[in-house]
């Protein structure tokens, strides 16, 4: 897409997968958390990327990458992350899955013009 910026993924970087579902009666609050806690995380030492997709069954995956481990892990122990975390299984979500992993290999390719 003409104009998009390009993020550049390396090897070493630390990638959070996070898949969850919001309970069935769907919170209001969620949508102004989660953007908060978004800039928070952008904000923060050793942020690459986020990027959230929302699949056809309702299942959210959001996808985070940091610098390094110790990056990940300073935004992971962040007592905003923490409080939200909190927030997250008290209100919002029904179920989530964690999975974290350093990255063994980055590839990046745009057609020409693009």
């Known amino acids: 897409m003409p104009g998009a910026s390009r993020v550049p993924f390396e090897a070493a970087q630390v990638v959070t997968v996070f898949r969850s579902r919001l309970r ?15 800039a928070a995380a952008r904000k923060a030492t050793g942020f690459v990327d ?3 997709f929302v699949a056809d069954d309702g299942e959210r995956v959001s996808v985070a990458t940091f610098a390094s481990e110790a990056a990940q892990r300073a935004w992971r122990n962040d007592v905003r992350h923490i409080e939200v975390q909190r927030r997250g299984r008290a209100e919002f979500y029904s179920r989530y899955s ?15 013009g693009h």
Not at 24 to 38: F, G, K, N, W
């Open 50 to 52: 986020f990027k959230s």
């Open 98 to 112: 964690i999975q974290v992993g350093a990255c063994v290999y980055a590839a990046d390719w745009v057609r020409p």
């Open 24 to 38: 069935a009666d769907d919170d209001p609050e969620y949508r102004s958390v989660a953007d908060e806690i978004e």
